[in-house]
């Protein structure tokens, strides 16, 4: 503690009160873990000290941004210190001819796209309100524009890292392709602060589309709104986004948002780009979706009718928590190849609607990226066995399709068990054998993706 306070003052503490926010996961259904200290760096090179002082005393050092991860990412398992990173939340700079911007890594995702605005630029991707750089790097993130830009790792350009041994790396220049030796920025891309501290991205940035329209169609079950997706994907519509509720849902943004939606299955559609591109796609698919629905085409009229049906989407799991006061939300995330998501979503939902748990769905569908959320209370025995066997039975069931247990909310500790199913032993090996040549002595976010 006296190596910590000499080198930060103030920016170090002990004290419980203090403590307190930190050692928890973001929905709250696992049990908290906390650090001993908290320390607050405001560069790359503290970053780079702290750890070196760490690594000296042989002290866990967990990263902690905005605290919105949802699989104990940033839970203290083996106690140590939380390095809160949120002070370091600039940007450095813009290089607007190259489309790309370096930013530290607790900036916010909204507030980076706050000073990207007037320049006529934003984020391709766009996780949960709140989230920080750091974390949307540490779990590979994407959101509801994936099906059009890609996750975190398709942003990145390089990562400026600081090692468990406290050696600052730096994996690339800003050139948009290099095989130039590994990939060293996509093996931090995803691995969760386990490798490595991420304290500065250099990241592309997207024009603002020149037109952009919101549709809601509504359709009679999960199964028939998922197989006009797959159908409007494979016609390759360029999508802004498309987004799933099931009727659960709807309930839910309804009484959370204020809206009026229909009380059934719908899907929300994004169409940015040109405007006579923009007007060809919304004919694509008002053409295929009434394949699948008697339901109309219903359109945003204003701007703020499209600003307040997008933000009911992005606040869907604070809506489902609403409906369920008191409940903690186990926020589930698998993914499956496009060609399995209405049977995968289908045999989900009828476990669903069989349980006695509030299990509302909402997916990034045009990705095959969907989520359960499960409202329960983790004190009642008989509710957290449903919780888990729920999730575990979707967990399975994508994963028996060629799927995955975690589509962009990261492994943490809540999908660990789940990854030798998903890779096999062999790929498992190969991650511990790599967390052992980075981090020798185990302190970088001990006890998240792999154990050694």
Request: net charge negative; hydrophobic share 40%; glycine share 10%.
């Amino acid at each position: 503690y006296q190596e910590l306070h000499s080198l930060l003052g103030d920016r170090v503490t002990t004290s419980p009160v203090a403590i307190e926010p930190y050692g928890k996961e973001g929905s709250g259904y696992m049990a908290p873990q906390y650090p001993q200290a908290v320390v607050w760096p405001l560069s790359t090179e503290e970053v780079a000290e702290i750890v070196k002082i760490c690594a000296k005393h042989g002290i866990p050092i967990v990263p902690y941004a905005a605290g919105t991860s949802l699989e104990g990412h940033t839970t203290s398992p083996k106690g140590g210190v939380t390095m809160d990173i949120k002070r370091m939340g600039g940007v450095l700079k813009l290089n607007a001819q190259d489309m790309d911007v370096v930013v530290q890594p607790g900036i916010g995702w909204m507030e980076l796209n706050d000073y990207l605005r007037p320049h006529g630029f934003f984020l391709g991707v766009d996780p949960a309100p709140g989230a920080c750089i750091g974390g949307m790097c540490g779990t590979c993130c994407s959101g509801t524009n994936a099906v059009r830009y890609g996750t975190m790792k398709d942003q990145v350009v390089n990562l400026t890292v600081v090692l468990a041994d406290g050696t600052i790396v730096k994996t690339g220049q800003r050139a948009r392709k290099s095989s130039a030796g590994y990939d060293l920025a996509r093996l931090f891309v995803g691995s969760e602060g386990t490798l490595g501290i991420v304290t500065e991205a250099t990241l592309k940035v997207r024009n603002i589309p020149e037109y952009t329209a919101l549709a809601r169609v509504s359709f009679d079950d999960v199964h028939a709104a998922s197989a006009a997706v797959i159908e409007i994907l494979q016609k390759g519509v360029p999508l802004g986004a498309v987004e799933l509720l099931d009727e659960e849902m709807v309930k839910a943004v309804n009484q959370h948002s204020g809206l009026d939606l229909p009380i059934t299955t719908c899907l929300l559609f994004k169409f940015t780009g040109p405007t006579p591109h923009v007007r060809h796609d919304i004919d694509v698919v008002r053409d295929i979706t009434g394949r699948y629905t008697t339901h109309g085409y219903h359109w945003t009229r204003t701007e703020e009718e499209s600003e307040t049906l997008w933000m009911a989407r992005k606040t869907a799991f604070w809506a489902a928590q609403s409906m369920r006061p008191g409940r903690r939300l186990m926020a589930t995330d698998v993914a499956v190849p496009i060609s399995r998501l209405a049977e995968c979503i289908s045999e989900t939902k009828k476990e669903l609607d069989a349980s006695f748990l509030f299990c509302p769905i909402v997916g990034h569908v045009g990705d095959g990226n969907f989520h359960v959320v499960i409202m329960f209370d983790p004190e009642d025995p008989r509710e957290a066995e449903e919780a888990h066997r729920l999730n575990s039975n979707m967990v399975l069931r994508a994963i028996s399709m060629e799927g995955t247990c975690t589509g962009e909310h990261g492994v943490g500790i809540g999908k660990k068990k789940y990854l030798s199913i998903e890779k096999g032993e062999e790929a498992v090996r190969l991650m511990q054998t790599l967390k052992r040549a980075l981090d020798p002595q185990n302190i970088l976010n001990p006890g998240k993706i792999v154990d050694v």
